[in-house]
T-cell receptor
Framework: GQQVMQIPQYQHVQEGEDFTTYCNSSTTLSNIQWYKQRPGGHPVFLIQLVKSGEVKKQKRLTFQFGEAKKNSSLHITATQTTDVGTYFCAGLKDYGGSQGNLIFGKGTKLSVKP | DTGVSQDPRHKITKRGQNVTFRCDPISEHNRLYWYRQTLGQGPEFLTYFQNEAQLEKSRLLSDRFSAERPKGSFSTLEIQRTEQGDSAMYLC????????????FGQGTRLTVV
């Protein structure tokens, strides 16, 4: 079955350092989404990438979708303590035109030391 | 509140009992997902509905689990003969049709099997 792998599992950084998490799918994806989950909370949507090679930015966050639509990355520049949480990628499987289920990676837990 | 709502928020049950959870998605969202999440893990896909049709069910899901979405609106997830390993947070999410497939999550139902 389809798998979405995410690395690293944990990342501890000093405030102000950069952070990157990587996501790889075993199959080509219709799109990829990124979510953030704060401790005790539920996943909250950050962004969706659809096109091959797409790059999107949200302030200090940069999201990329690979050319083959099988991998993605999230990069945070100059982390802040408010960035703490677990970041999940989620791949949407394409049922030949009828978009199907959303498969999540295991997430990267980010901790930021002030 | 027009977000995804789940009921109950917490459920403690004895092993062997049946439990049923309810999810009310955002109105007009035709996609509905059920996930299970344990501590430190990503949301694990359980099943997916498009309107009232259950399009996919995880192969990891035993036949003790069943989900319905009878009128394409709210959904229920039933677990029969609960086991301690069923203890987890059960998350429901919905998303609209069309190009934007952002999933909106509910607060979840935390199940504890004792």
């Amino acid at each position: 079955g389809q798998q979405v792998m995410q690395i690293p599992q944990y990342q501890h950084v000093q405030e102000g350092e950069d952070f990157t998490t990587y996501c790889n799918s075993s199959t080509t994806l219709s799109n990829i989404q990124w979510y953030k989950q704060r401790p005790g909370g539920h996943p909250v949507f950050l962004i969706q990438l659809v096109k091959s090679g797409e790059v999107k930015k949200q302030k200090r966050l940069t999201f990329q979708f690979g050319e083959a639509k099988k991998n993605s990355s999230l990069h945070i520049t100059a982390t802040q303590t408010t960035d703490v949480g677990t970041y999940f990628c989620a791949g949407l499987k394409d049922y030949g035109g009828s978009q199907g289920n959303l498969i999540f990676g295991k997430g990267t837990k980010l901790s930021v030391k002030p | 509140d027009t977000g995804v709502s789940q009921d109950p928020r917490h459920k403690i049950t004895k092993r062997g009992q049946n439990v049923t959870f309810r999810c009310d998605p955002i109105s007009e969202h035709n996609r509905l997902y059920w996930y299970r999440q344990t501590l430190g893990q990503g949301p694990e896909f359980l099943t997916y509905f498009q309107n009232e049709a259950q399009l996919e069910k995880s192969r990891l899901l035993s036949d003790r689990f069943s989900a319905e979405r009878p009128k394409g609106s709210f959904s229920t997830l039933e677990i029969q003969r609960t086991e301690q390993g069923d203890s987890a947070m059960y998350l429901c999410a919905s998303s609209p049709s069309g190009r934007s497939t952002e999933a909106f999550f509910g607060q979840g139902t935390r199940l504890t099997v004792v």
